[in-house]
């Protein structure tokens, strides 16, 4: 069964870091690209970062500097290291696998920074 599973989300003060896995079962996440996405409470669901299948990383504006997107092929999993986090760093984070026409997703990580 394909199956893609965030975990690592929370609830975490501004400033504080936290480390969102992905992990993959019943295929390989070698070769795919992967996407994470994050959707706040009425917003649209939008593109945070993203690695390649030659692992070029991609960063929207508002994160470079502070999120990283790390691939672990032994671990078949993908991981965003989020480090001075921010109120607006929150929402439902998601990654997606996608290569060619084949996309799978998880079905997401609460990230909630707050005082």
């Known amino acids: 069964q394909v199956q893609l599973v965030e975990s690592g989300g929370g609830l975490v003060q501004p400033g504080e870091s936290l480390r969102l896995s992905c992990e993959a079962s019943?295929?390989?996440?070698?070769?795919?690209?992967i996407i994470w996405h994050r959707q706040a409470p009425g917003s649209p669901r939008d593109w945070v970062a993203s690695?390649?299948?030659?692992?070029?990383?991609k960063y929207v504006d508002s994160v470079k500097g502070r999120f990283t997107i790390i691939r672990d092929n032994a671990k078949n999993a993908v991981y965003l290291q989020m480090n001075s986090l921010k109120p607006e760093d929150s929402g439902v984070y998601y990654c997606?696998?996608?290569?060619?026409?084949?996309?799978?997703w998880g079905q997401g990580t609460q990230v909630t920074v707050s005082s």
């Open positions: 019943g295929f390989s996440l070698n070769g795919y690209g």
């Open positions: 997606e696998a996608t290569r060619l026409r084949a996309s799978y």
């Open positions: 690695i390649g299948g030659t692992n070029l990383q």
